[in-house]
């Protein structure tokens, strides 16, 4: 439980990093032109997405912007059940980017629901992407590898506590009846 404060700090700087990229690239690369990182393999150029990752379901705004509430809400829901520093960076990132962008599609043009996220990053031609996008993605790669390696991120509902205790309860009655029967 004393973990939310943290979850909450590590969603707001991701946030404010996000916003203010997102300034920097509408003032800075307005122009159209391209700024060159590692050659055509990373640049800065500015681009607006009013679709999902790799501009999937373009056009389609109100969709991915139900979506990302949803998945927002989901993540806020959760916060008191973080477990751990891990947990702790994991839902962080991913809060921080959900909100990046939702906020993108509640307060950007051309309106609320229907606003387009502020992408900068080019990933040679692939796609364009933005810092709340590196930390969704950072977040959910994190997240799958820690439950590969059989780390817990949430403290379990009082629902699941109980359903694990009488698992083991039976499991321990299966052992004493294996036992005696040997």
Do not use: C
């Not at 705004?61 to 949803?70: A, L, R």
């Not at 387009?116 to 993605?137: Q, R």
């Amino acid at each position: 439980m004393t973990l939310r404060p943290a979850v909450w700090l590590v969603a707001l700087a991701v946030v404010v990093l996000d916003q203010t990229s997102k300034w920097w690239a509408q003032s800075a690369l307005a122009d159209g032109h391209h700024v060159p990182l590692i050659g055509d393999y990373l640049t800065l150029q500015l681009e607006y997405n009013s679709g999902a990752a790799l501009s999937v379901l373009r056009g389609n705004t109100w969709v991915v912007t139900g979506v990302m509430i949803v998945v927002t809400v989901w993540l806020i829901s959760h916060v008191r059940r973080v477990r751990g520093r891990l947990g702790v960076a994991i839902i962080g990132f991913a809060l921080g980017g959900a909100l990046g962008n939702l906020s993108d599609r509640l307060f950007r043009t051309p309106g609320p629901g229907r606003g387009e996220v502020v992408d900068m990053i080019g990933y040679y031609h692939w796609f364009v992407g933005n810092v709340a996008d590196i930390a969704i993605v950072g977040a959910a790669a994190a997240a799958i590898l820690a439950v590969w390696r059989g780390v817990y991120l949430l403290e379990p509902t009082a629902k699941q506590a109980r359903a694990a205790a009488e698992a083991a309860a039976d499991g321990a009655a299966e052992d004493a009846a294996e036992d005696a029967a040997e």
